[in-house]
């Protein structure tokens, strides 16, 4: 841990099946024309999340931890609780049978099977990596598996026929085409998301090396500035890879068997190496939201923030077994997806400006308080994700 930050466990945590659908429908639907928003989601999410860190290693407590110090008054404090618990609770074990299905799916490409039982036998594994409780451990799986799916994803890209003038222009001249806004939408969602950011504050404020408080911000900065690049770098692969491989050809892609369906294009090593992909994909996805789960929720109640602790365990037990349930008896739990979609379009400004507000107050941060830079980027990415949020939620009940 001396030598690696938290900053894969991020990247793990946003590149999941849910990037890896929704990316992938935006290039065969829109082809390049959408990689703006991409590459804006990669921006937003360092400044978010490099502020996160900060906050994490100036106070040594997490971001779930200062808003439940910070909010004294039992109205509003009760009021935010709940907020987190319906986005971050019942969302992550709503989406956690994404997760698990997205892995077995995977699984099932390259090994054939049922994709029930694959997903009962991962999320055994998701809680075997948890419960043993050493964070180094739990690093160097997810590092492994994040690279695994960074290579993957990478070298299906650059098999694939890539129109790269047009890349170019999709990642720097933005454009909106003909009923794209929620696909727009969709990927920013799918990048920067509220749990990421109790995530990884609270990874921060336990990340203890032999180095000063500033060594080890900028080792965490250097850190996620690297992983969360290369999540992005991956989200653009796969969107690209679908633009060059369905809308060049002006057909949809099936996403239930869409490995297979590379395999005229890109030879017959592409589909077993995007299934590949998918599978690291899940399971890391499938590990981290619990664990960030936890993270948000007894930080917020005032609980242990051991990985140790009974309540800790109980937490991100509870979102593995309600998972796994789902995906086992192919339950779709709209309501509850429905309840953190709407949850998350009121929970990430609200945090975003939180943020921004502990980065600014010398009490908190001290001499790590924000530039001028850092707060006019804040300001940006917040009124940005305050639009894109209730645009969410109004969509979402209209």
């Not at 060059?244 to 869409?258: H, V």
């Amino acid at each position: 841990m001396n030598k690696t930050g938290p900053g894969f466990l991020i990247a793990a945590a946003f590149v999941g099946p849910g990037t890896v659908t929704t990316a992938t429908l935006a290039g065969a639907h829109y082809g390049y024309a959408l990689l703006w928003a991409v590459l804006f989601s990669i921006v937003a999410t360092m400044v978010l999340q490099e502020m996160a860190a900060r906050l994490g290693v100036a106070t040594g407590a997490g971001l779930a931890e200062a808003l439940n110090k910070r909010f004294s008054q039992p109205l509003f404090k009760w009021s935010i609780i709940s907020l987190i618990v319906c986005a971050i609770g019942i969302g992550n074990a709503a989406y956690e049978a994404g997760n698990l299905t997205g892995a077995a799916m995977g699984l099932t490409n390259l090994l054939g099977g049922e994709i029930q039982y694959w997903s009962l036998l991962l999320g055994i594994a998701a809680a075997a990596i948890l419960y043993q409780g050493k964070f180094q451990t739990l690093l160097t799986i997810l590092t492994l598996l994040v690279l695994l799916m960074s290579l993957v994803f990478l070298l299906t890209f650059f098999a694939s026929d890539i129109q790269f003038n047009q890349l170019l222009s999709g990642l720097f001249v933005p454009s909106l085409p003909s009923a794209a806004t929620i696909t727009t939408i969709a990927l920013i969602g799918t990048t920067v998301v509220p749990y990421n950011l109790f995530l990884h504050a609270s990874l921060a404020a336990k990340f203890q090396t032999e180095k000063s408080h500033e060594q080890r911000l900028s080792l965490l900065r250097k850190d996620g500035l690297f992983a969360i690049g290369l999540g992005g770098l991956v989200t653009i692969a796969i969107l690209s890879t679908a633009a060059a491989t369905w809308f060049s050809q002006g057909i949809a892609p099936d996403m239930t068997n869409i490995a297979e369906q590379l395999r005229p294009l890109l030879g017959d090593f592409a589909p077993a190496f995007f299934a590949l992909g998918l599978f690291a994909a899940g399971l890391t996805s499938a590990v981290t939201a619990p664990l960030a789960t936890s993270y948000a929720l007894c930080g917020a109640l005032g609980w242990s923030v051991d990985l140790q602790s009974p309540r800790f365990r109980m937490i991100w037990l509870s979102v593995i077994t309600i998972g796994t349930l789902l995906c086992f008896l192919s339950l779709k739990p709209l309501t509850a997806i429905m309840l953190a979609q709407a949850s998350n379009g009121l929970l990430l400004p609200f945090i975003a400006l939180c943020l921004l507000w502990f980065c600014n107050d010398a009490k908190v941060l001290g001499q790590w308080r924000n530039s001028g830079w850092q707060n006019l980027l804040g300001i940006c990415i917040v009124l940005l994700v305050t639009g894109l949020g209730l645009y969410k939620v109004i969509s979402l009940f209209s």
